[in-house]
Structure formats: C-alpha cells, structure tokens
C-alpha cells in the first residue's frame, strides 16, 4: 500500500515505502505529471503517439531482435547471447518505464498484463544473490567479450552491468508509482542491495563507465527511505578521478579516461568531456547527490560544467555532442553541421540534467536551454510517425551523391537502439515539467494547454493554460482556487527569447534586439510586473476565474554563432518563438546548400496546416547559386526559400537539408560539393 508520503521529481512523483524518510533535497520540486492533463494540439498527439505507436513498436522490436530472448536464456542457463551489445537488457527497461508512465495517465489492462509478463522473465533471470545480466547469466563459462570473466571486471570501461542496473531502478520505480506493484520494485531492490554490499568505502571501487546507476539509487534512496541507496550513489561520483591506470598526459580520450569522465575527481571537473549521453547522466546525479546531501563542492562543479557547455559546446538546436568518434563532446565551440553527433539519447539526458538545475537554483535560463532541446534536438529524432528515428541528428545534409557524414533518413530501429526506448521513456512524464512550486510560489515553465490541479501555500488551485504555442505567443492562464481566494505568487516564465536572448551565453545572439516587450494583463488590465531570474513574478490573493493573459512577441530573428565557431562564420540561422527553423529539398526545389540568405532578406510567417501535421513554415524571396546548362557559368537568381522547423525535417524522405545559411558568397569549392556549385562561406 502506498505512503501517503511523496517526493516530487522533473520525471513525475516517487511515491515512498511506508517508513521512508529523507532530509534535504531539492529547494524547488515538479508538479507531478499525473496531476497535469494536457489538451493542446502540439505535445498532446506525440505523447498520444507515443502510447499508441511508439510504445508498442519498442515492445515488438525488443521481442523479434531477441532482447526479450535474451532474458529467457538467462532463465534457462542456457543458449547464446543474442543480440550485438550487453545493454541491450536496458531496452527492455526503458519501455517498461515508458509504459508505466504511460499506464498512469491512460489505463491499459492488455498493456498492464504485458508488462507483468515481461517482469516475470526479467526476474526469471536475475540470479539467487540479486546479480541481473543477461550477457553473462546465459552462460557464465562464456560471457559477452566487453564483460571479463568475473563480476565487474570491465566496469570501469567495457561491461555496462552497472549501467543495466541503473535503467532497472528507474524502470522499477516507475512501475511502480503507476501500479503500485512490487514485483520489478523488488527485483530492482535485490539487485541494488547487492551492488551496496559490493561496492562502497573499504569495499570494491569503481567509477561506472557508462553513468546512470547513480541516478537509479538516487530513484530507490527516495522511494525506500535507505541511505545506503544514495551513499552508494556518492560513493560511485567519488570514484571518479581515482583511478592510476590512465594516461593524463595522452589525447586519446580512452587512454586518458575523460571519455567516461574520469580523468580527474569530480569536484574537480569544470568542462563537459567524454561520452556525452554518459556525461549528462553524471551531471543529473551530480545535481541529485548536491541536493540531497547539500554537497557545496560538488554543486560548485556541476554549475561550472553547465556554464561551459551553454557556452562552448551546445548546437543552436540544443543538441549535444559534436563528434561522432566516441559520441563526445568535442573541444570549446568545436560545432561542425555536417558531422555534427547530437545523439538523441544525448538531448534526453539534457532535459533530464536542465531540469534538476532549475529546481536547484530557481533561474529560468535552465528552463530556456531545456525548451530549446525540447522543441527542437529532441522531437527530431523521433519520426511524425512515431517510430521512425534518428540516433544522430545533423545541421546539414550535404548533397546526397557526396554524402558520408551522418544519418540521411530516418530507421526505424537500430542495432544501438538506445534512442527508440528513451524517448518512449520521456515523452509521457513531459507534463512534470511544465510547472513547479516553492512555498507560495508556483512556477509556469513551459506553455501547454492543459489542466492542473495543485496545491499552493496551502490552497487548492485549480489552474488551466490556453495557448497555441510554439505558434502563437499568446498565453492564458485561468486561476480557481478551490475556496473563495488564495493568496501565492504565478511566476511565469519570459523565456529567453522574448528578452533579446539567443541563448544563456555569448555562444548564440540574435542579430538585431527587439523593440517589441512581452505584455501582461490580470482580468483583461495591464500590468505591471517585476522581473526575478527570468520570471515575471504576479503576486495576489487570486479569487475564482482570475485570467491573466501573457503576450509574447513571436518575431522572425536572425541568429548568429560566437565567431569562435568556425563553421557558422558568415552563416545565420532562423528561428521563431523557441523553434530553430531548416530549409529542406522538398521545398526549395530539391535543393539547400545552394541558398544565400542576405542581411536584408524579409520573411513571412504562415501557419500550414496540411503540412507535417501542421507547422509554421518561414518564407522570402533570397538569391540562390545555380549553374547553367554547360556547367561552366555559375550565377544567382532570385527564389523562394521556404523554411520548415528543423524538428520536422526528414520525414518525406532523403534529400539536402541545411540550418545554417551564408549571408553572401565568399569563395567556390569546385570539388567538395559539385551540384550544390560549391557554395561555402567564411573562407
């Protein structure tokens, strides 16, 4: 039976063992999503989609590419591991946390009953002392090559069991919050005891080479109560750094151990390096253990790594990582378009690490940053369909007879499909991000159209958003407290953007600020209203069917890179409102690396319907190259650009898409790009 004790997090509410209890944690906690219903026309049919196509597609692939299989054998003692990687086990897990989620808000007995047959042969698999790795466990004589002969021997560089075991405990929890069963809760539970009677002070050490398990103790710590759950947790941050079997003088980012970020302690790390989906699951916990422990030095680090990928190493989609060699972060404003990695699992985590530095620190810039990755990195790797993807998601698609670089077209699934699950796993808990509370304040981060139902400074509030965002900027919230009044403050949230902010730093700026400034009226009255970390803070004593309606100005703007990028020099890219637009071939006459967007190009904004399950798509009439009939003149006409979202593109099939346009024609390139006339700018 559950607790009627709860702790809120950014993924949705961790409902707590009888018994459980905890000191510190984070100064500012998430409406729980099961308490935010949504109702608008841009989140609610993905997350819809994620129910009805993505979900069960994941479940169908991980039975016929025998990851289900897998389990079975482990079960059994018996056959050959099946599938390429150790951690395919965790796709499993993460479907099962993406369903739990998903079953909270929409109950689905066959799905329920589905997911209770899948517990059974998980648990079928975990071994007598609670050890659960299906790559070893299926023939222990002969276990996978990256996972060594013993327990943890490749931890620290090869075999995934602890990052396997990291995906279990958020799964179990997740199952359940939504069911209230023990059955993948208790799984979990024996496998994490085990690992804490291993590892910890005195004990075996090791700083796991692939992060998350320290953020799925963090998960247990808060739904037990168990302080060996978290200090386990610490302990495995702390190992970082301690290692004496790399070379710190070498480059190679294996050699040196940076690739899984433990070249050097912790709190002594100030750059995001390595791995970067392994590096944001470590900066997440960094930001849990800071949190619940009040750990100053560790909270000290974790601010200067943001600051440093905010302004050095982040695409203007809010991707991550930059190069593909190792699935890492590349060195300070090192931001190819071509090659850029940007690995979907990568802007996951971001949401995930953005998320926990709002709710320690109460600025909405983390906020801005995880709007960006939300509204532009992310959706991009999942298909309008729901289960088509990519892994990678580049900047620019060069012509395809020249293409080498990165994923022309979307696959539906992949031999890595870390991806595919850990969107399935997000998507139904984004309504625990859109608003969240300290004391009498109630923060309005993100701008969807829905319900909530809340409790602040005491009072029940009912509150319910109208909007049609990202399109329009208009946004209306209707405040009715269950009484006649109820006095708390709404801090909405003036995103970047609409302050002349490109980004939290001088990596991206608008090119020209705005004149225009976000209005605010309370029952149809303006206001005026005082700023405070990016909020407009509306403090009253709200009585029934109070409205305040924001207007945000949604203008075209023209961005520009820090120069220090070498590859947007002379470029400018598009964006409107939070959206980062791309031109693709299928609207610009099978064409994009040939366009020119000039300093005084004028565009228009219109809404389509029809297209891409409607969008707002940004058009002007801008000189393209071109070359004539011999091949042997090249000139410039002018023609219209059509420009789409860039989280939209790719669904119509492979062709030239590009984010970054040259504002004039410095040089030819004769040879790397011949049916584009080799336009290239900045050299």
Not at 243 to 251: A, E, I, L, R, V
Not at 339 to 355: K, P
């Amino acid at each position: 039976m559950l607790s009627s004790k709860f702790f809120l997090l950014g993924l949705g509410l961790t409902a707590a063992l009888p018994g459980a209890a905890q000191q510190s944690d984070y100064p500012i906690q998430a409406v729980p999503f099961t308490k935010v219903k949504l109702t608008d026309s841009f989140w609610l049919p993905r997350l819809k989609t994620n129910t009805d196509v993505t979900i069960p597609a994941s479940f169908a692939r991980c039975e016929s590419t025998n990851r289900v299989k897998n389990f079975e054998m482990a079960a059994a003692h018996s056959g050959k591991f099946a599938t390429t990687y150790p951690f395919d086990d965790t796709d499993i897990y993460k479907t099962i946390e993406g369903a739990s989620y998903s079953l909270s808000v929409y109950p689905d007995k066959k799905l329920d009953a589905y997911v209770d047959e899948l517990i059974k042969k998980v648990g079928a698999a975990q071994e007598p002392d609670g050890y659960l790795y299906t790559a070893r466990t299926i023939d222990p004589a002969h276990p996978h090559h990256w996972a060594g002969q013993e327990r943890w021997e490749k931890e620290r560089e090869l075999s995934p069991e602890h990052y396997n075991a990291g995906h279990l405990y958020e799964a179990a929890v997740a199952h359940y919050e939504a069911t209230g069963k023990r059955n993948l809760l208790d799984i979990a539970l024996k496998n994490a005891d085990l690992v804490c009677s291993v590892f910890g002070p005195g004990k075996r050490s090791v700083a796991p080479g692939h992060e998350i398990v320290e953020m799925g103790l963090v998960r247990l710590y808060r739904v037990t109560g168990q302080a060996k759950y978290l200090n386990t947790a610490k302990f495995f941050l702390e190992a970082r750094g301690q290692y004496k079997g790399y070379d710190p003088k070498s480059n190679d980012t294996w050699k040196n151990g940076s690739y899984w970020q433990d070249h050097k302690p912790v709190v002594a790390q100030t750059e995001a390096v390595g791995h970067a989906v392994r590096a944001e699951y470590l900066y997440s916990a960094m930001a849990d253990v800071a949190a619940l422990t009040g750990d100053k030095p560790l909270l000290a680090a974790v601010d200067s790594i943001w600051n440093n990928m905010v302004s050095k190493k982040m695409y203007v989609t809010g991707g991550p990582g930059a190069a593909g060699d190792g699935e890492r972060f590349g060195a300070n404003y090192e931001l190819p378009n071509a090659t850029a990695y940007n690995e979907t699992c990568a802007s996951v985590a971001d949401v995930f690490w953005n998320e926990r530095m709002f709710q320690l620190h109460g600025d909405s810039k983390y906020v801005d940053v995880m709007e960006k990755v939300l509204y532009n990195g992310l959706i991009s790797g999942v298909g309008l369909d729901g289960k088509s993807f990519f892994y990678s998601n580049a900047l620019q698609i060069k012509s395809l007879e020249s293409y080498h670089d990165t994923e022309p077209a979307r696959s539906g699934w992949f031999e890595c499909s870390c991806c595919p699950t850990n969107l399935a796993r997000l998507m139904p808990a984004l309504p625990g991000y859109v608003y969240a509370q300290k004391g009498r304040s109630l923060y309005a981060n993100l701008f969807v159209s829905g319900k909530a139902d809340l409790t602040v400074n005491k009072h029940k509030v009912q509150l319910i958003q109208s909007t049609n965002y990202p399109w329009d900027g208009g946004l209306k919230f209707t405040v009715d407290p269950a009484q006649s009044s109820a006095d708390f403050d709404l801090l909405v949230r003036i995103p970047g953007w609409a302050r002349n902010e490109a980004m939290p730093s001088n990596l991206y700026t608008f090119e020209q600020p705005s004149a225009q400034q976000t209005t605010i009226k309370v029952n149809g009255k303006p206001v005026t209203y005082q700023m405070q970390n990016g909020y407009a803070v509306l403090s009253r004593k709200w009585r029934k069917h109070d409205v305040v309606e924001v207007s945000l100005p949604m203008e075209i703007r023209r961005v520009h890179a820090n120069p220090l990028v070498k590859d947007d020099r002379g470029k400018v890219a598009l964006q409107r409102g939070p959206v980062v637009y791309c031109a693709e071939w299928q609207d610009n006459n099978g064409k994009a690396s040939n366009i020119i967007v000039p300093a005084d190009a004028t565009f228009t904004a219109a809404y389509q319907p029809n297209l891409l399950n409607g969008v707002t798509t940004l058009t002007a009439t801008v000189p393209v190259v071109q070359l004539d009939a011999s091949g042997t003149s090249v000139s410039t006409a002018p023609r219209t650009l059509t420009a789409i979202p860039y989280y939209a593109w790719a669904n119509r099939g492979k062709g030239e898409m590009t984010v970054w346009f040259p504002e004039k024609v410095t040089s030819l390139d004769l040879l790397s790009q011949p049916t584009a006339a080799g336009v290239s700018a900045g050299k």
